[in-house]
């Protein structure tokens, strides 16, 4: 019954026609995180506002969980799990006019202040900081795929014996995902 309803969901959201000016959407949206020493998953959630038939503004939460490898003096090649949460303002502009089909390319950005969950190797001089994203892709009907660059600062710690050392923390995103509201293109 279920999978009936989201079926039923989904086919009548991609009938919505044109995005509005003045009107509301919220993405949804997961994807693969690539880091200098590993890999992850991120998850996102972005309420935005449009602007203009073209423009809107948004307040992105994601949440991205990694698993890094690192060569740490005195200890050698460590696996290293972090989660991060992160609460962005963005903007988007959509080139409707180029294409004017359902196919719209768009670029973004946004600013952000992120939160820090590093407990393998004792504690982080800050748990919080704040960053930049930039963002292309497009949107198809009510589908969306993003290609995100989070520019994030590194991180120092020390492990538990006082050992300093730096974690990278910005990472490309590649995710997919989809629309409710606010029409398509």
Known sequence: MNKIFILIFVLFSLTAQAQDAGKFRVNFDSGVAILPEGNGIYYGFEPKYNIADNMNVGLKLSFLEVS???????????TYDSNSFAVALTFDYYFNELTNSAFTPFIGAGIQNVGFSDDDFGSADSDTTFGALIRTGFEWHKLRLALEYNIIPESEFSDFDGNAFSISNSYFGIGLGFFIGGGKW
């Open 68 to 78: 890094k490898k690192l060569d740490i003096v005195g200890l050698g090649e460590e």
